[in-house]
């Protein structure tokens, strides 16, 4: 009888120590898809998490990034921009990055029309780098175009918004 007294007092000290230990514990971690972590490692440090930046020295995303997608050029020019290009992720890596950007991150801005990036359009147009253009005056020309005939909202204009 003692032993038994002793195995349910040890018990009970038990569920009392787990119950306790629960309370203590940390919040969770929040998950993330593969996509998301690496658009945070390798874009959320300029972009901001949620695509919101500084918006004057780096382009926000959120609810802009998809206009580019009104333009061909546009859509090529967010695989081309130099530090897209040459991101040590895999084909597939920037593939699924871009459009977790886009589609997610650009919410509202992305065209009913636009298909996602596919595998072999994104491995074909990083190996066309846009290093040998003023990115300003393409980004410009572009924000140009998407404002003047596709609607684009004048947001984009923000960064670099001393030429205006």
Do not use: W
Not at 58 to 68: A, E, R, T
Not at 129 to 155: C, F, M, T, W
């Amino acid at each position: 009888m003692k032993a038994l007294l002793v195995a349910v007092g040890l018990v009970s000290s038990l569920v009392q120590t787990q119950g306790s230990m629960a309370e203590t514990r940390p919040p969770s971690v929040p998950t993330f898809t593969r996509p998301q972590s690496n658009y945070l490692l390798g874009c959320g440090g300029c972009h901001g998490e949620n695509g919101i930046s500084n918006s004057k020295l780096v382009p926000d995303l959120h609810d802009q990034v998809g206009f580019y997608l009104n333009l061909p050029e546009g859509r090529e020019y967010l695989v081309r921009l130099p530090n897209v290009a040459f991101s040590i992720m895999s084909d597939q890596e920037l593939t699924d990055v871009l459009n977790f950007m886009v589609f997610r991150i650009g919410g509202a801005s992305v065209p009913a029309h636009a298909p996602p990036y596919t595998l072999a359009e994104v491995a074909r147009l990083r190996k066309q780098p846009l290093n040998e253009v003023s990115l300003v005056d393409y980004r410009n020309r572009l924000v140009d175009a998407l404002i003047g005939q596709h609607q684009g909202s004048p947001k984009l204009r923000v960064y670099g918004s001393d030429r205006y």
